[in-house]
Nanobody
Framework: QVQLVESGGGLVQAGGSLRLSCAPS????????MGWFRQAPGKEREVVAA????????YYADSVKGRFTISKNNAKNTVYLQMNSLKPEDTAVYYCAGKDTPRRSVVAGTSFADYDYWGQGTQVTVSS
């Protein structure tokens, strides 16, 4: 069983930046398509960004396009979410998700059900 561990959350002022990281414990990452989701209080979990196994295909939710960047470093066994120009509405618990897939050049999907493995989440709070 793959366990994913997120890090890098915290408190930041509006307009600031944070970089989230996600790495698996006990297993190499390189055969997985990955995604970042978030869940704000009282709201459903929503996709933020996704990246293919190769790293060549990405997806972004409209709300974060141009501000967030997802990337994957297979050599370091880590996936990142660089978040710039943060807004108070970005406040949420951010979750890393992974799917073992033979489809190397496409993202795994944009819904909760598309992923097999999840991290415990890291809190991101953006103050106004």
């Amino acid at each position: 069983q793959v366990q994913l561990v997120e890090s890098g959350g915290g408190l930041v002022q509006a307009g600031g930046s944070l970089r989230l990281s996600c790495a698996p414990s006990g297993r190499t990452f390189s055969s997985y398509a990955m995604g970042w989701f978030r869940q704000a209080p009282g709201k459903e979990r929503e996709v933020v960004a996704a990246i293919s196994w190769t790293g060549g295909s990405t997806y972004y939710a409209d709300s974060v396009k141009g501000r967030f960047t997802i990337s994957k470093n297979n050599a370091k066994n880590t996936v990142y979410l660089q978040m710039n120009s943060l807004k108070p509405e970005d406040t949420a618990v951010y979750y890393c998700a992974g799917k073992d897939t033979p489809r190397r050049s496409v993202v795994a999907g944009t819904s909760f059900a598309d992923y097999d493995y999840w991290g415990q989440g890291t809190q991101v709070t953006v103050s106004s």
